[in-house]
């Protein structure tokens, strides 16, 4: 059972790691393909590589819960590999767009069949030994760290070396790839619920924000998500004004935003660890504080250097938040709703993805660039305190008990 579960976790963070590099791959080059396509005015190459960043993110929050609800219904793994072969075609089919209208259009139905978290992160814990949930959720947590980390370095040196039609080649067929190997290699156990007796998206999205913890649970997903995508749109500017020589500019970017993302895998894969010896609600209230620390440590930063440390601290604390609360849902939830529950709890999350990148935007225009560290700050120290106050239970997993304990 030991090495079942170790060979499926593989194999399902390796599709993980595709999908996600797949969707943050394009990121690199999509304002030069863009103006590839005929949008030759650079502002509005800008602004239209905004609107299909944004449009994906924001339609993949409305199907998130569908493709989990249907995870739930017919099961866990057919519904893995119907979005990657959907996911695989659209994204090949993008190489051969003509104008960015056609792009647009591709880019929402990829949003629209973007579910394969929810559906992913189900079929993973159900496969899991109860006792190695939170280091399943965890280690998991990794490829979607990893891959949205790799995915726009991938697609950058595709892009620079082969043309900007190649990405998409090589992202739709690893898509398909990974279906295949899920396919022959991941055996799952389903017993569909009776017709009956199967709970509609509105009586899970209901039974969900009935339970006060779940709803602290999706203000830690939307504002963990807020905080990664807020801060890395205006970081290279922030960073430009603490150098003299702008000439690295976009190294020293990428290079702490990558710290960021090492941290964060690294806090992740080590809940198994972490969960041994803490509970639940220990790990994110102190990782909460530390953000919250962290990032007003980031408005009084005057050196790269210190920069790096606290962006380094705050991935460890996101990385630690992030597989907690997932966990904690997965124990609230019974089993014939999770893959609706983490499609509604990635919607939430995926939302983050889309208003965190505006909120910085209007921010640093009507406040400056400091403006989004005070607000990420607080709202960090908000999560702390709504766990102080409103969460109960400390979720610690009894391994003798083989259940979770208040």
Request: charged fraction near 10%; hydrophobic fraction near 55%; glycine fraction near 8%.
């Amino acid at each position: 059972m030991e090495q079942n579960w170790r060979k499926n976790l593989a194999i399902l963070w390796s599709a993980q790691f595709i999908g996600m590099s797949a969707i943050t791959g394009l990121t690199s080059f999509l304002p030069l393909y863009v103006a590839h396509l005929g949008i030759a005015d650079a502002a509005e190459a800008a602004m239209w590589a905004g609107v299909l960043i944004g449009a994906a993110s924001f339609c993949a929050a409305l199907s998130n819960p569908f493709w989990g609800a249907m995870a739930d219904r017919k099961g866990r793994k057919p519904m893995v590999e119907k979005v990657l072969l959907m996911f695989g075609i659209i994204m090949i089919i993008m190489a051969f767009a003509s104008n960015v209208y056609q792009l647009f259009v591709l880019r929402i139905l990829q949003g629209l069949c973007g579910g394969f978290v929810a559906a992913s992160t189900a079929l993973a814990v159900s496969l899991s030994p109860k006792e190695q949930i939170a280091a399943t959720i965890g280690i998991f947590q990794t490829a979607l760290i990893v891959g949205g980390a790799a995915g726009p370095m991938i697609g950058g040196l595709i892009a620079d070396n082969f043309g900007y039609q190649q990405p998409f080649f090589v992202f739709g067929s690893l898509c398909i790839l990974a279906l295949l190997v899920i396919h022959f290699s991941i055996t799952e156990s389903f017993t569909p619920v009776i017709k009956s007796e199967r709970p509609s998206l509105k009586s899970v999205f209901q039974y969900i924000w009935s339970l006060a913890d779940l709803r602290v649970m999706l203000l830690i997903q939307f504002l963990t998500q807020f905080a990664i995508q807020s801060i890395g749109p205006i970081l290279p500017l922030y960073i430009r004004s603490m150098v003299s020589n702008d000439s690295n500019l976009a190294s020293i970017s990428g290079t702490i935003i990558a710290i960021g993302g090492i941290a964060s895998a690294f806090a992740s894969g080590s809940m198994g660890f972490l969960i041994n010896r803490y509970s639940h609600k220990q790990i994110m209230i102190t990782a909460s504080l530390l953000g919250s620390i962290s990032f007003i440590g980031q408005v009084a930063a005057d050196s790269i250097m210190t920069l790096a440390v606290l962006r380094f601290v705050n991935g460890l604390c996101i990385g630690a938040m992030i597989p907690s609360s997932n966990t904690i849902i997965t124990y609230l939830i019974p089993e014939t709703k999770r893959g609706a529950a983490f499609g509604i709890t990635s919607a939430f999350a995926l939302m983050g993805n889309v208003i965190g990148p505006i909120s910085a935007g209007l921010l640093t225009m009507a406040y400056g660039f400091q403006s989004i560290f005070w607000v990420t700050a607080i709202f960090f120290l908000l999560i702390a305190i709504l766990l102080l106050t409103k969460v109960k239970a400390n979720y610690t997993f009894d391994t003798k008990e083989n259940d979770i304990t208040a």
